[in-house]
């Protein structure tokens, strides 16, 4: 046992050599069977890839292929890091990677749990691909994947028609050339929008509870400062808070996300939410006519109440277990921020505070050093012109 001492007798010389023995015939039969289930998954990757259902029934349960084939996919593999097995077959651990074709620079990964039997010859099959212990679903596990192609955008859907999906993907076609005008056209200009069938099955998705996203039409996955070599991200919809937006509430929900895809590169840890939603925010309402009273509604309210904001929103103010009034606040005031620098400073300038915000290592002294070199201002005044600009605008 490790951490105790014991002294071995000459008898015990012999079990000390015979260990290292069984431990390496051990070892074989794993190796043997990862070794073998790799190169089934391989074979199941190929048919899988090259459309062949008959190849890919060979290798075990073909539920994996009627639901992925509507998916473009340029690439799929696994790599097994475990494989366990008993007396009725086997479970095996492995790392998926999969490219959308047409949209994903770099593979995107997800963790995989498969089930394996074993034929009287001894041939393993696939009886089950499922999502890992703590990870999330990929939306082919809630059933078979839709797929609509729009001029910049994919729309994937599962539970959902293709005429709805093309709904989707007329809004995202909207969003990108619009997002291009405000922001630059140094991104991909594509945009990957998943539509699950429900609340809870977004919540799966991203491997959250339900509970923090009720409310929230829209959000979108991904690394913040990313070097560019990460795959598109996803803007994952709840279609039950999107489907009680009207038709302009729906395209800014998708011009703001798809907004977060194509400054990603640029959001950073120094970037606090307030400047990333707010920017969102900023480039989604651009050109809609809403006023301020309109779009802030809930800091309008704060603001005739007597009840002004002292401070800008803190990045707590924008969690998702928020009470909803506090969050609505908190993306409005981000939301006239930008406002204020785009109207005080010009759009270009807000675009370079941004970008200036969002190179910095660490979030402490990046607003302060990009505001300085920026906007030619301190933090005091800025939020002092900040409060001056609510209150005028919302009153």
């Given at each position: ?33 990862r070794t073998e289930v790799q190169h089934l998954l391989d074979r199941r990757s190929a048919a899988l890839l090259g459309h062949d259902e008959t190849a890919y029934g060979a290798t075990g349960t073909r539920t994996e292929y009627t ?46 749990t498969l089930t394996l039997g074993r034929t009287a010859d001894g041939k393993w099959y696939v009886t089950a691909d499922r999502p890992a212990e703590e990870a999330g679903q990929q939306l082919w596990d809630q059933g078979p994947v ?250």
């Amino acid at each position: 046992m490790a951490g105790r001492r014991r002294t071995w007798g000459l008898g015990a010389v012999g079990l000390a050599l015979l260990l290292p023995l069984a431990g390496c015939a051990g070892d074989t039969a794993a190796d043997s069977a990862r070794t073998e289930v790799q190169h089934l998954l391989d074979r199941r990757s190929a048919a899988l890839l090259g459309h062949d259902e008959t190849a890919y029934g060979a290798t075990g349960t073909r539920t994996e292929y009627t639901r992925l084939r509507a998916l473009p996919l340029a690439s799929w593999t696994y790599r097994v890091t475990d494989v366990r097995t008993t007396s009725a077959g086997a479970t095996a651990d492995a790392d998926l990677s999969y490219r959308v074709a047409g949209y994903d620079k770099a593979p995107v990964d997800a963790r995989r749990t498969l089930t394996l039997g074993r034929t009287a010859d001894g041939k393993w099959y696939v009886t089950a691909d499922r999502p890992a212990e703590e990870a999330g679903q990929q939306l082919w596990d809630q059933g078979p994947v839709t797929a609509v192609e729009g001029a910049h955008s994919l729309v994937l859907g599962t539970g959902r028609s293709a005429a709805e999906l093309r709904g989707y993907a007329r809004l995202a076609d909207r969003a990108v050339p619009a997002v291009s005008r405000a922001w630059g056209t140094a991104w991909s200009r594509l945009v990957v929008v998943l539509v699950p069938r429900s609340l809870a099955d977004m919540a799966a998705l991203l491997g959250s509870p339900a509970a923090n996203y009720r409310g929230i039409a829209a959000v979108t996955t991904g690394e913040a400062g990313g070097s560019g070599q990460a795959p598109a991200d996803r803007v994952v919809v709840n279609p039950e808070a999107y489907a009680v937006l009207g038709d302009l509430g729906k395209q800014v929900v998708l011009t703001h996300e798809t907004t977060h895809v194509a400054t990603r590169a640029d959001t950073t840890a120094a970037t606090p939410l307030w400047l990333s939603e707010g920017f969102a925010d900023w480039i989604g309402y651009l050109d809609t006519g809403r006023t301020p009273t309109e779009a802030a509604p809930e800091l309008t309210r704060a603001v005739r109440n007597g009840h002004a904001p002292a401070a800008l929103p803190t990045d707590k103010d924008f969690g998702f277990t928020s009470d909803p009034t506090e969050l609505a606040q908190a993306y409005e005031g981000g939301w006239l921020a930008c406002r204020m620098i785009a109207a005080h400073w010009g759009t270009a300038r807000l675009g370079t505070f941004y970008r200036a915000v969002g190179a910095h290592a660490q979030r402490t002294g990046a607003v302060e050093d990009a505001l300085k070199k920026v906007l030619d201002t301190t933090m005091n005044a800025f939020t002092e012109r900040w409060r001056e600009y609510v209150r005028t605008q919302l009153t």
